[in-house]
């Protein structure tokens, strides 16, 4: 028998051995319990705290979009109607933009990759910003600015500019789900560890720590419900908002229609005086245009020269809106064989000129070829108009690569034009030669330049006085 064993259990060294043991077994097990259940607790309280800030995140971020929406919305019906009401909305959301981005970059400050998508997002929006800008300017200018609409150079800079807010919000949401399942194992942890302290330490400690960790997991599941529910709201707040959008369109897209049946009635109107005019102009010449002095009949030709011309500018107008609104389909067009046809017909109406045509042969595009053949019409018949004063007229059509960028060019060596004015070449009614040396409306280069852009492409002009011109335009998906 060992002289431990000798020992009674009534001897003060042992008696105060076993009391310590007993007493510093259960302290250290509750200070080690207390010190992993405060880290547990310490964790959990900081994914719950992680989830809250990414949902202030995503609530901010759908605060942009919708003012994005707002600011969209308002320069896209201004522009349609000119109704000033259209901007209420434009302005009210350009004023607090750039609260709610800075707020926005705010929350994201903390993470890298965020900041790196905060930088594109304000390049993107500066960039829908200065386009918005440039339209408003035109339209207020009275210039092109439907070419610019019709061009979906707005619509694209807003695409990019709601795929990068897709991007942060999605990046928002999946942090937002990892920090929910952080929680959760954080909680798992929380039971675990004071599952352990019961058996450790007893039914009195388990029965003590019983309601904390009952409500550590009220609390839990009442933050995770707070953050569903956010989420609904925010699914909810994106799902009005693409059905104010959806409204919008539809009226922008009645007034379009109403904007096209006021453009035929104001023609059909226009026409009837006008075929009025001439037709008792013509009547006159006949019945009395012997008593008639020649200075009445220079004036009876005049005033039937200038109702053809304005019947002439009503085709001229009619034919640029239809070009607008026209559906565009793209299939594949032979361009050397439409410029060849329409070079045959200008040479049956004036079969006498003699003028060198010169057509690069394979030309092949994607485009719609009835609106291919209206940009041919017009620039060969400019070609051929220009080129009437002079012997040895040679009229081409080639492709070449300049920059880098596959071109189509017409080039003629006609009377040409001073660059000086080549910013009005494009624009209704602007004319760079007088109707006695040139006939014409000044709508023809505006009618090319809208047909280029519904292709996704650019027009350019060169050209010297006394040496002709050269038009180069580029055709999105176009081959050589």
Request: glycine residues 8%.
């Amino acid at each position: 028998m060992s002289s431990s064993a000798s020992i009674p259990l009534t001897a003060p060294r042992r008696f105060r051995r076993l009391l310590l043991r007993a007493i510093l077994l259960p302290v250290g097990l509750l200070l080690a319990l207390a010190g992993v259940l405060l880290w547990e607790v310490g964790d959990l309280i900081r994914a719950q705290e992680k989830a809250r800030h990414s949902q202030m995140s995503l609530t901010r971020l759908e605060r942009v979009r919708q003012l994005l929406v707002d600011r969209e919305t308002g320069v896209r019906g201004y522009l349609l109607t000119g109704a000033p009401v259209f901007l209420e909305p434009y302005q009210a959301a350009g004023q607090r933009l750039p609260l709610a981005l800075e707020e926005l970059e705010q929350s994201l400050a903390n993470e890298p990759e965020q900041r790196v998508w905060m930088d594109e997002l304000r390049e993107r929006h500066r960039e829908w910003e200065r386009f918005s800008d440039e339209e408003l300017a035109l339209f207020h200018q009275k210039g092109n600015w439907l070419s610019l609409v019709r061009s979906g150079a707005g619509k694209g800079r807003m695409d990019a500019l709601r795929a990068t807010l897709d991007t942060i919000g999605d990046a928002e949401r999946q942090r937002a789900s990892l920090q929910g399942l952080e929680a959760e194992r954080a909680g798992r942890a929380v039971l675990l560890a004071g599952g352990l302290w019961t058996l450790a330490v007893g039914l009195l400690l388990a029965w003590l720590s019983r309601g904390q960790l009952l409500t550590l997991a009220r609390d839990y599941d009442a933050s995770l419900a707070q953050v569903r529910a956010q989420a609904d709201a925010l699914r909810a707040s994106e799902a009005r908002l693409e059905s104010r959008v959806l409204q919008r369109t539809h009226e922008l897209t009645a007034a379009n229609k109403e904007l096209e049946s006021f453009s035929y009635s104001v023609s059909h109107d226009l026409r009837s005086p006008l075929r009025a005019i001439d037709g008792f102009a013509q009547a006159l010449r006949e019945d009395e245009g012997e008593r008639l002095s020649a200075e009445g009949l220079r004036l009876l030709t005049r005033l039937q020269a200038a109702a053809t011309r304005m019947g002439q500018l009503i085709d001229d107008l009619l034919l640029l809106s239809r070009v607008t609104r026209a559906e565009l389909k793209r299939e594949p067009v032979d361009l050397s064989a439409l410029a060849t046809s329409v070079l045959q017909d200008l040479r049956h109406r004036e079969p006498a000129r003699e003028v060198t045509c010169s057509i690069q042969q394979g030309l092949t595009v994607q485009g719609d070829p009835r609106l291919l053949r209206v940009l041919l019409e017009n620039l060969l018949g400019n070609a051929w108009k220009f080129t009437s004063k002079r012997s040895g007229a040679v009229i081409e059509l080639f492709a070449e690569t300049v920059g880098g960028v596959h071109h189509y060019a017409v080039r003629d060596n006609g009377v040409g034009f001073d660059m000086a004015y080549a910013g009005k070449l494009f624009s209704p009614f602007q004319r760079m030669h007088k109707p006695s040396e040139f006939p014409g409306t000044g709508i023809g280069l505006a009618t090319v330049q809208r047909i280029v852009h519904r292709h996704g492409g650019d027009i350019s002009a060169q050209a010297l006085p006394g040496e002709g011109a050269l038009f180069r335009f580029t055709l999105q998906e176009a081959r050589a």
